[in-house]
């Protein structure tokens, strides 16, 4: 009987036996089949959700440089373009492309109803 025992552990730890699949028909194997199961498919679903989720934070960090970029040059848009608006710039500019265009020489007033 131990010369029996002593047989089936060395078989257990022969790395043949594990690899021709002899431990698949192991007791406690077949006892929780389906725990065992049960516990391969969610690995696989948290590694997917897992790669999902890292393609979702890279998608965010190059959405997040390129809202950045844009920003930066709505700025410098809207600093050039308030440049251009100052009276001394457009009458220079007025000016350059030969214009017949003068300033006003009476301030605005409001009309009241």
Not at 55 to 77: G, H, N, P, W, Y
Request: hydrophobic fraction near 40%; proline fraction near 2%.
């Amino acid at each position: 009987m131990k010369a029996n025992k002593k047989k089936n552990k060395e078989k257990r730890l022969s790395f043949l036996y594990i690899l021709g699949g002899g431990f698949l028909k192991e007791n406690f194997i077949l006892k929780h089949t389906k725990m065992i199961v049960l516990i391969v498919i969610l690995v696989f679903f948290f590694i997917g959700n897992r790669y999902t989720c890292m393609q979702k934070l890279r998608e965010i960090d190059r959405l997040q440089k390129k809202l950045s970029d844009v920003r930066f040059e709505a700025l410098s848009i809207s600093s050039e373009l308030t440049g251009n608006s100052r009276q001394s710039q457009v009458e220079t500019l007025i000016k350059q492309q030969g214009l017949e265009l003068e300033g006003a020489m009476s301030p605005p007033y409001e009309l009241y109803k």
